[in-house]
């Protein structure tokens, strides 16, 4: 059973540019300047990062132009190498992506909202550290917590009242985002001298170094590239609309970091803003002025809020998913008899989501996610290369391809080598995650093989998944995985 193809051009770039619109562009380039005291170069990894992000997602659209199945990325890893890689897919999904983000636009709320009510309430009760990262318990905590329960129980009713919520937040932070820029551009308190004093590009060898570590946090910030893979089998014309809907949102996403951090790094200079995680709060008030911040706080605390629901959304339809194929516990395959919603994996998500909640620092969670995104990211945009040494060809072309898609794994390939030598826990942290992935397949099959003999019906337990390939499935995988931002 297939699904239908409804999305024309519009709605596909409408879903891309919202996807990857997220709460990373307020938080991030902070961290960049710890990294790279220079705000040209600065900027140039915002630039490179958008590069990046078309390069990645035009390998992804390739891929999709063959198989233009629902599923995403972990249909094209299941055809060109494996199941047990597509599962790992999924299961960094499941692990990582989705529940980290979850916990990390949580936590960046909670900070922004005593920032506003009280700075001196951000404080920890209980501090401890383990393998590298510091777990605490604190206000922030409390507050980040309650809020994920919130949505979690907003989506226990139902998607009807779940995708109105958010698309009630999706157009105001769009709306404001793009308020922001015009504003700041017209009546803020920039100032491009904080440039002039810089070097327009890397001047020694340890600098481009430097720029690497700075392309990092600007990754996570533009993640949600490949969501189009994952509706392709809903995407009208998908030879032609895949391509441009990519090509046209990233453009446009990567034009709109750009501006909001040209006003964030002109706004004061940059030792002043180096290592703040709530970069975007303390720009706003040296751009507007201190009667104007608490308005830019507020939305900067709306926005987190849309990505908490968001990845709420989308993370408990993962667990779903593996659950339905037999891929994770039975028990989170189940639907609510009144609501229809996947209750009980909601459930689970809200207590692992707490989990990472405790991680004291943001960037470490940043850190963390994007070294396991880059690292299945990697491969999969290796996977139309592959397909076409299989002679499984199409009519969809990429400009500079298969230069481009080299480029993005060398890129990837030296960012993830950046992340292993500046941040070696959060990096072993990702890479345990996603080894992970190899004894939880093995257990799930196991698991899956010896339902039948416990005295469930297999087709009770399993229901068939929708058809999202041209090759004859050999072992069913989890359908559904992927990031937001």
């Given at each position: 059973?297939?699904?239908?193809?409804?999305?024309?051009?519009?709605?596909?770039?409408s879903?891309?540019?919202?996807?990857?619109?997220?709460?990373?562009?307020?938080?991030?380039?902070?961290?960049?300047?710890?990294?790279?005291?220079?705000?040209?170069?600065?900027?140039?990894?915002?630039?490179?990062?958008?590069?990046?992000?078309?390069?990645?997602?035009?390998?992804?659209?390739?891929?999709?132009?063959?198989?233009?199945?629902?599923?995403?990325?972990?249909?094209?890893?299941?055809?060109?190498?494996?199941?047990?890689?597509?599962?790992?897919?999924?299961?960094?999904?499941?692990?990582?992506?989705?529940?980290?983000?979850?916990?990390?636009?949580?936590?960046?709320?909670?900070?922004?909202?005593?920032?506003?009510?009280?700075?001196?309430?951000?404080?920890?009760?209980?501090?401890?550290?383990?393998?590298?990262?510091?777990?605490?318990?604190?206000?922030?905590?409390?507050?980040?917590?309650?809020?994920?329960?919130?949505?979690?129980?907003?989506?226990?009713?139902?998607?009807?009242?779940?995708?109105?919520?958010?698309?009630?937040?999706?157009?105001?932070?769009?709306?404001?985002?793009?308020?922001?820029?015009?504003?700041?551009?017209?009546?803020?308190?920039?100032?491009?001298?904080?440039?002039?004093?810089?070097?327009?590009?890397?001047?020694?060898?340890?600098?481009?170094?430097?720029?690497?570590?700075?392309?990092?946090?600007?990754?996570?910030?533009?993640?949600?590239?490949?969501?189009?893979?994952?509706?392709?089998?809903?995407?009208?014309?998908?030879?032609?609309?895949?391509?441009?809907s990519?090509?046209?949102?990233?453009?446009?996403v990567?034009?709109?970091?750009?501006?909001?951090n040209?006003?964030?790094?002109?706004?004061?200079?940059?030792?002043?803003?180096?290592?703040?995680?709530?970069?975007?709060v303390?720009?706003?008030?040296?751009?507007?002025?201190?009667?104007?911040?608490?308005?830019?706080?507020a939305?900067?605390?709306?926005?987190?809020?849309?990505?908490?629901?968001?990845?709420?959304?989308?993370?408990?339809?993962?667990?779903?998913?593996?659950?339905?194929?037999?891929?994770?516990?039975?028990?989170?395959?189940?639907?609510?008899?009144?609501?229809?919603?996947?209750?009980k994996?909601?459930?689970?998500?809200?207590?692992?989501?707490?989990?990472?909640?405790?991680?004291?620092?943001?960037?470490?969670?940043?850190?963390?996610?994007?070294?396991?995104?880059?690292?299945?990211?990697?491969?999969?945009?290796?996977t139309?290369?592959?397909?076409?040494?299989?002679?499984?060809?199409?009519?969809?072309?990429?400009?500079?391809?298969?230069?481009?898609?080299?480029?993005?794994?060398?890129?990837?390939?030296?960012?993830?080598?950046?992340?292993?030598?500046?941040?070696?826990?959060?990096?072993?942290?990702?890479?345990?995650?996603t080894?992970?992935?190899?004894?939880?397949?093995y257990?799930?099959?196991?698991?899956?093989?010896?339902?039948?003999?416990?005295?469930?019906?297999?087709?009770?337990?399993?229901?068939?998944?929708?058809?999202?390939?041209?090759?004859?499935?050999?072992?069913?995988?989890?359908?559904?995985?992927?990031?937001?931002?």
């Amino acid at each position: 059973m297939k699904l239908q193809r409804s999305l024309n051009l519009y709605d596909s770039i409408s879903l891309m540019f919202s996807s990857m619109v997220g709460p990373g562009v307020f938080i991030t380039t902070g961290y960049i300047l710890s990294q790279i005291p220079n705000p040209n170069l600065a900027l140039f990894c915002w630039i490179l990062g958008g590069f990046l992000a078309v390069a990645g997602a035009m390998s992804y659209a390739k891929s999709a132009s063959i198989f233009p199945y629902a599923g995403g990325d972990y249909v094209y890893l299941k055809e060109a190498y494996s199941p047990i890689v597509a599962f790992s897919s999924g299961w960094l999904s499941l692990s990582v992506n989705f529940s980290a983000s979850i916990s990390l636009s949580a936590i960046a709320f909670s900070k922004t909202l005593l920032s506003i009510l009280d700075p001196a309430l951000d404080f920890y009760y209980i501090e401890t550290k383990f393998l590298g990262i510091t777990f605490s318990m604190g206000n922030a905590q409390i507050i980040g917590i309650s809020t994920i329960l919130f949505f979690t129980i907003v989506n226990f009713f139902g998607i009807g009242i779940a995708s109105r919520i958010q698309n009630f937040f999706t157009t105001f932070k769009i709306l404001g985002l793009v308020a922001f820029v015009v504003l700041g551009l017209t009546i803020g308190n920039y100032d491009v001298g904080n440039f002039e004093s810089f070097s327009l590009i890397p001047s020694a060898p340890q600098e481009w170094g430097l720029l690497l570590a700075g392309v990092i946090p600007v990754t996570f910030s533009y993640l949600g590239w490949n969501m189009i893979t994952y509706v392709a089998e809903e995407v009208k014309d998908p030879d032609k609309n895949i391509y441009k809907s990519v090509l046209v949102s990233c453009s446009l996403v990567t034009l709109l970091y750009v501006l909001i951090n040209f006003l964030y790094l002109s706004s004061a200079p940059s030792h002043v803003l180096a290592g703040d995680e709530k970069i975007g709060v303390t720009a706003s008030g040296f751009l507007f002025g201190k009667e104007v911040k608490l308005f830019v706080t507020a939305f900067i605390c709306w926005v987190f809020m849309g990505g908490i629901s968001a990845y709420i959304i989308g993370g408990s339809r993962i667990y779903f998913a593996m659950a339905r194929d037999g891929f994770f516990f039975p028990s989170m395959s189940k639907l609510h008899p009144k609501y229809h919603s996947p209750y009980k994996s909601l459930a689970f998500q809200f207590a692992y989501a707490c989990l990472f909640c405790f991680v004291k620092e943001i960037e470490s969670l940043l850190y963390l996610i994007t070294c396991s995104t880059l690292l299945l990211a990697t491969i999969t945009a290796y996977t139309p290369i592959i397909f076409e040494k299989r002679h499984l060809r199409t009519e969809f072309k990429i400009p500079g391809y298969p230069y481009s898609t080299y480029l993005y794994i060398l890129f990837n390939i030296l960012i993830i080598t950046s992340l292993v030598w500046s941040k070696p826990a959060e990096a072993l942290w990702g890479l345990g995650f996603t080894l992970l992935s190899v004894p939880m397949y093995y257990y799930f099959k196991n698991s899956k093989s010896k339902l039948p003999r416990e005295g469930f019906a297999v087709s009770e337990i399993l229901p068939e998944a929708p058809v999202v390939s041209l090759v004859a499935e050999k072992e069913r995988v989890p359908v559904i995985s992927g990031n937001r931002n």
